[in-house]
T-cell receptor, first 115, second 114 residues
């Protein structure tokens, strides 16, 4: 069984400030991990994914995430927030063991960027 | 054109009505999924299909049914809609490429059941 916990349903940052969105996972096998972004009135778009290669993963729009096995974390960061980053962000885990390769999503973190 | 399309984009219906949400994809993927999104709950899996003859229930399949008419088409039906099925519904597709499961999402269907 696998699960994802996103700490903080709402995060507000000032424009130009660091963005840090937290994600912790639970998985009985080595996981694949994903961050998706949902802009208002749109579907989910893949930001980045970890698939057991480099632990620091770079994604689109200047975002990156670091896989830390000891902390079971996959936090999403961006050095400098832009107004266009305001959206909802979802962390997800995929079970790579024998089975269905389903994605389990966290409940999401809504990011607000203050001018 | 979008790789994953959903129709309709918005739908209002009444309790007890049967409705169908449709999903089509041009990505050539074998796997297709239906999720619902509710505020504060994230996305929850309703049904998934790994090919035309392989359909499986997800976390919250009660009250829903699906049909995989072709590799590219996967429909979700609510046989008798109820108000707590009001939600945003997403279709997704994936292709297990080199052991990496990445899902691609459609734009969503916003359903309101009165």
């Amino acid at each position: 069984a696998q699960s994802v916990t996103q700490l903080g349903s709402h995060v507000s940052v000032s424009e130009g400030a660091l963005v840090l969105l937290r994600c912790n996972y639970s998985s009985s096998v080595p996981p694949y991990l994903f961050w998706y972004v949902q802009y208002p009135n749109q579907g989910l778009q893949l930001l980045l994914k970890y698939t057991s290669a480099a632990t620091l993963v770079k994604g689109i729009n200047g975002f990156e995430a670091e896989f830390k096995k000891s902390e079971t974390s996959f936090h999403l960061t961006k050095p400098s927030a832009h107004m266009s980053d305001a959206a909802e962000y979802f962390c997800a885990v995929s079970d790579t063991g024998a089975g269905s390769y389903q994605l389990t999503f966290g409940k999401g973190t809504k990011l607000s960027v203050i001018p | 054109d979008a790789d994953v399309t959903q129709t309709p984009r918005n739908r209002i219906t009444k309790t007890g009505k049967r409705i169908m949400l449709e999903c089509s994809q041009t990505k050539g993927h074998d796997r297709m999924y239906w999720y619902r999104q509710d505020p504060g709950l994230g996305l929850r899996l309703i049904y998934y299909s790994f090919d035309v003859k392989d359909i499986n229930k997800g976390e919250i399949s009660d009250g829903y049914s699906v049909s995989r008419q072709a590799q590219a088409k996967f429909s979700l039906s609510l046989e008798s809609a109820i108000p707590n099925q009001t939600a945003l519904y997403f279709c997704a597709t994936s292709d297990r490429l080199a052991g990496q499961e990445t899902q691609y999402f459609g734009p969503g269907t916003r359903l309101l059941v009165l």
